[in-house]
C-alpha cells in the first residue's frame, strides 16, 4: 500500500485559500491515482479530484471546478490541492488517497491518509 500524509488544513475567511498538500510513499510504480476527498458531519464523503501519477492526467468534481487545482511534485511525491474561492460549504475534514482508478468514488481507493480539517469562516 501507499503511505499518504496530509497537511496545509486550517481556518480561513470566505474567499481565501490554501493549499493542501499529500506526501505519498511506499509505492512500486506510478501507476494509481492520488486523490482529495473530503467529509463534512453529518455528510458522506465527496470526491474532489484525482490525478493519473504516471502522466498527471486530472479530473475535478463539478463542485470544485474552476476553484480547485490538483498539481503534482514529482521529485518529492507530493500532491497539492490548491483550493480558491473559499466558501463556508467546503468546511470540512479533507482526506488523500490512493487507489488503482482515477474515479471520485471511495470504493476505488484502498489508502487513505488521517485527514487535515478545513474551516472556513463567512
Known amino acids: 500500500q501507499v503511505q499518504l500524509v496530509e497537511s496545509g488544513g486550517g481556518s480561513v475567511q470566505a474567499g481565501g485559500s490554501l493549499r493542501l498538500s499529500c506526501a505519498a510513499s511506499?509505492?512500486?510504480?506510478?501507476?494509481?491515482?492520488l486523490a482529495w476527498f473530503r467529509q463534512a458531519p453529518g455528510k458522506e464523503r465527496e470526491g474532489l479530484a484525482s490525478i493519473f501519477v504516471a502522466t498527471g492526467d486530472t479530473r475535478y468534481a463539478n463542485s470544485v471546478k474552476g476553484r480547485f487545482t490538483l498539481s503534482q511534485d514529482n521529485v518529492r511525491n507530493i500532491v497539492y490541492l490548491q483550493m480558491n474561492s473559499l466558501k463556508p460549504e467546503d468546511t470540512a475534514v479533507y482526506y488523500c488517497?490512493?487507489?488503482?482508478?482515477?474515479?471520485?468514488?471511495?470504493?476505488?481507493?484502498?489508502?487513505w491518509g488521517q485527514g487535515t480539517q478545513v474551516t472556513v469562516s463567512s
Open positions: 511506499g509505492y512500486t510504480s506510478s501507476r494509481y491515482c
Open positions: 488517497a490512493a487507489g488503482s482508478w482515477c474515479r471520485l468514488v471511495s470504493s476505488d481507493y484502498g489508502s
